[in-house]
C-alpha cells in the first residue's frame, strides 16, 4: 500500500529529528588535568631513570673496584713468586759455579801433580828453583843459578814439555847468597791445556759404588 505523507516539509523535518525516549546513554565528562601535573610527572620519570642509571653506575663502579682490587692480591702474589723463582736461580747459578770451580780442581788435580814431576825431571843440575806460581794460564818459575847458559838449557827443556811451551827470560841478574855471587832468573812460561788420561778419567769416584 502506498503511504503519501501530505505533512508541510518544517513538519517532516521535526518529526525526523524526535529521537525515541527508550534508552538514553549517559555522556562521560573527562575532568582536564592542569598541565603543572603532567610536567610533574614527567619530571618524577626522568628522575627515577636517571636516578636508576646513577645506581647501575654506582653497582657497576663498585664491582670495578672490588675486580681491581682483587688483581692487585692477585699481582701482588705473583710479585712473591717471581722473586722466589729468581732468588732459586741465583742460588741455582752460585751452585753451578761452585761445582764447575770445583770440577775443574778435581779435573786438573792430576795434570798438576804431573806438571809438577815434570818440571822437576827438567831442571838441570846447578839450578835452584825457589818460587813457582800460577798467573793467567803461565807458570812463573824463579830460582838461582850459577851461569846463564844453565839457565837458556833450562829453557830449551821446558820447550820439548807436554805441559809447557814458550819459556820468556823476564829478568836475569846477580846475586850473593851466603857469601856467593850468583845469577837470579825469572821465567814465564805457558801452560799447556793438557786432558787426563783415559784411565784417569773413567776410575770411579769413591763413594759412588
Known sequence: MIRINLLPEEERGKKARKRPSGLRIPSLKIPMVPQTIWILAIVGILAVVFLSLYLSRIVAIGRMNREIVRMENRLAKLQKEADLVRDLETKEKELQSRLSVINRLSRDRFIRVKMLDDLCTRVPDYIWLTALEEVSSQARITGLTFSNLTVARFMEELSASEYFSDPELVSLRKKTVGGQD??????????????PPVEERRRPRRGSG
Not at 850468583?182 to 786432558?195: D, I
Open 182 to 195: 850468583v845469577m837470579e832468573f825469572l821465567l814465564t812460561v805457558p801452560m799447556k791445556q793438557v786432558s
